[in-house]
């Protein structure tokens, strides 16, 4: 009989300085970017500045810490390390070798892969799966590169969320693992508190990677709960008869989630045409989400001047501009 998986992995030791700075440096660094995701202009940029970092200190060592916490565990109930936590110290630390943000982070992610691969691998992820998902940190960088023109990095706590194990990517969408209140999955409008049960769900994230075909939206769906069926089952485990089965109850937190997109794009979209897959449990204003999804910027912003090139970017830059804002939300699908 099968073991059952187990609920975390832990790193049986620590990198060094020195091992640091030999995974900086190493010939295989070239492949580890290309794994990453991290290619073209970035992958130029970023390649002196691992030879810069591996020969200062001061930058190496908390390179060395910040992986070192990154790599510690990988798994369900897991903390997340927060890396925004540091932005402003890291970031100062950064201009020892170059301007912007996110080097530091970037850097400790790229040395400590080891413990969420071996936690997707007892997740039943392959090898080509596995780097798929830590690709996302390449797709990260290209959304902080569209929006400021330079290399760096603005999602910090996502991509440590992303290496404490629990996010998937099937297809055309993301899934991370979570707990959600009943009480607000239920639709009954009260407001959760902390002390309100809550069971695992699967959240839903779109990356930045062309249309959202609805057949490929379809298809990523039903792989998720193949998957996560499959290789998670103590997660439904203990569910009332009436409690969905684990792996059919999809969450999703979003901009996209708003009526707007079809006053923009016309409901035969295919934006609006996911939106209107979800039913919404709240709704809230979310003029920063669509300004940096659409964008690639945060505030502050002169609104007046973004670019309007597409009915996407037009009707959201002047709801920005008139006041009238973005409503986004949360929204429940069920499969």
């Not at 660094?29 to 591996?54: C, V």
């Not at 997340?80 to 992610?109: F, N």
């Not at 009480?183 to 959760?192: D, E, K, N, R, V």
Request: proline share 5%; hydrophobic share 45%; glycine share 8%.
């Amino acid at each position: 009989m099968k073991p059952p998986p187990p609920a975390e992995i832990r790193a049986e030791d620590e990198l060094a300085a020195a091992d640091v700075r030999v995974m900086l440096t190493a010939p295989s660094r070239t492949a580890l970017l290309d794994n990453l995701g991290i290619t073209d202009q970035d992958a130029s940029e970023l390649l002196p500045l691992l030879d810069a970092a591996a020969a200062d200190e001061e930058v190496l060592t908390e390179v060395t810490a910040t992986a070192n916490r990154l790599r510690a565990a990988a798994g369900l109930e897991v903390p997340e390390v927060d890396l925004a936590a540091e932005k402003d110290r890291h970031d100062g630390l950064q201009q020892r070798l170059a301007p912007g943000e996110g080097l530091v982070a970037i850097l400790a992610l790229l040395v400590s892969t080891s413990t969420v691969r071996a936690w997707h691998d007892a997740r039943g992820l392959t090898r080509e799966q596995s780097w798929e998902v830590l690709a996302d940190l390449g797709q990260q960088m290209r959304v902080h590169r569209a929006g400021t023109g330079r290399l760096g990095l603005h999602q910090l706590n996502w991509m440590s969320m992303n290496w404490a194990g629990r996010l998937v990517h099937l297809g055309r969408l993301q899934f991370d693992l979570h707990r959600q209140s009943v009480a607000l999955l239920a639709g009954t409008g009260s407001t959760p508190s902390a002390d309100d049960p809550r069971r695992w769900v699967l959240g839903t994230h779109i990356p930045a990677r062309g249309p959202l075909d609805p057949a490929e939206v379809d298809a990523s769906f039903d792989a998720a709960t193949a998957y996560f069926a499959e290789h998670y089952t103590e997660l439904g485990a203990g569910r009332g008869v009436e409690e969905p089965a684990f792996g059919h109850e999809f969450v999703c937190d979003s901009w996209l989630l708003s009526d707007q997109l079809a006053e923009i794009t016309g409901v035969g979209s295919n934006l609006a045409r996911f939106a209107a897959r979800w039913e919404m449990l709240e709704r809230s204003r979310m003029d920063d989400g669509a300004l940096f999804f659409v964008f690639g910027r945060r505030p502050p912003v002169d609104v007046a001047a973004l670019p309007r090139t597409s009915r996407l970017e037009r009707g959201v830059a002047e709801r920005l501009e008139d006041g009238r804002g973005w409503t986004g939300g949360l929204g429940r699908l069920m499969r």
